[in-house]
Each structure stands twice: as structure tokens, then as C-alpha cells.
């Protein structure tokens, strides 16, 4: 079976390998960061239950039922997805965790102290994509028990001219390449709002809009690509204290989208 599912109509197409959103071309040209090239080994990744490096905290968050380990941007990047439906506008994966199961950490132990990750509540996380005209649309559901402590982040990576010239507007302001990569690991803070334009040199500008994140960060440290994040808190301002006091806290169901309009 090949493992990457594909979308498509008659301008853009969609690529999706495993749940992960590795390509979109708009008459033949690509928005996306391609994995492995310069910057960033991936193409995209979901930040839950936390976002942010948890070294500080000792790879701990405080929870009411009890410590949990939880590595940089949570466990969830630890989990397989399996592919519930496909067809060449619409696909559907999930991923499913049984609380306090042990989880290897492949970060471990090169670039971490902590072998095994775990969380003490169950959940599932479904992806949902939906191509419609020039806009690409990624939904997420998380299904987990009541007043479970959460952070979700999502970290699309998008391919840049390598130029150093593209800017961002938000609200009328603009924000230069130079100027997130100056915030540097600690990524440039959006907050309170759910719209980012990418001004692109040798492509077309995105409209990227948001629901229920409420912010952005900004990452790169290279030129040729950008990682536009919605984040449901900016964690630097937390100074990396890991707590549910400092986390949303589930209704049960709570829903989130993304959406890349091709301008």
C-alpha cells in the first residue's frame, strides 16, 4: 500500500505521507518545506499535549493526576497515524493514546535524558484534510476525557525563496525574516489573532487563517524556509513551567482549524 495519500482538482494538488503534510502545488509550483532539505527535517508536526522545550522543567508537567514525562512539543509526535478514509478531496487519519502507556522518545539519547514519555489521561487526535478550489483546509479533533490539561500547537513548515525577503502582515503590521529570525529558539510571539498573510517573492501569498488557536509563533533560522505555527499558548511566557495551570483544559471534544488559501 503507498503510504502517501494524495489530493488534487484541476490547479492544486495535496500530498500527505503518513499524516504528515509534505506537499502543496498550485500549477505545478510548491508552497511546502520539502523534508530534509535545509532548516528542518520535517514538513510539518502537532505540538500536544505541550509546546515548547519541557527541559527546563525537568521534562515534567504537573497535572492533577499526577507528574507526567513529556519531551519537547508533548508525545504526540511519538504516535503513528492510521488512515481512516481518503478520496481526492478529502483524508482522514487518527491517532489514539491509552493513558500512562509508556512511549519511546527518539529524541533520546543524543538530544534528551528522558528513554520513555507518557501521559495519564486517554485521548485521540484526529487530522482531517479538505481541499476545496485554492484553499487547503486541516482539522483537528481532540476527543479526551473532561477537564483533561492541554496545549496544541501546529508547526507547518513553508518554503521560502531562500532571498531573505519575504514578509508577513498581521493586522496591517509587517514582519520582516530578519526580525523572527532574531527571536531565535524562544520563535516570534502573534498573539491574539487568527490571520497571517505570507508575502512570497517568487510565488504566490498565502492567506493563513486560523480557528480556535487564537495565536502564531514564528520560527526559522534559515532563508529558504519559515514554520507559521498556531499555538494555543505562547509557552516563553510561561518561562517553560509545565503545569496544567498554565494549560486550556478539555471539554471533552475540542475542535481547531488551519487554512492555507493560495492568493
Known sequence: M??????KNDNCAVAIEKGEFISFKKDGVEYIHQKGSKGWGNSDIEMFPVIGPTS??????????GDATQDQHGL??????????SDEKAAHFIKKYQKNTKIHNSKFPKKSTEKDLS???DFTFEKKF???NNTLKIDFIITSNKGMPYMLGYHPAFLLSNSGKETLIVNGKKITLSEIQDAGHNAYPVLNTEKIVLENI?????EISTTGFNNFMLWTQVENMLCIEPITQYTSYTDQKFSEDNMRISEGKNYFSFKIKIL
Open 130 to 132: 479538505l481541499l476545496e
Open 202 to 206: 517568487n510565488r504566490n501569498h498565502l
Open 119 to 121: 501521559w495519564p489521561f
Open 2 to 7: 503507498n503510504s502517501v495519500v494524495y489530493l
Open 76 to 85: 504526540l509526535r511519538e504516535l503513528e497515524y492510521i488512515l481512516v478514509s
Open 56 to 65: 527546563k522543567n525537568k521534562y515534567t508537567v504537573h497535572t492533577k493526576k
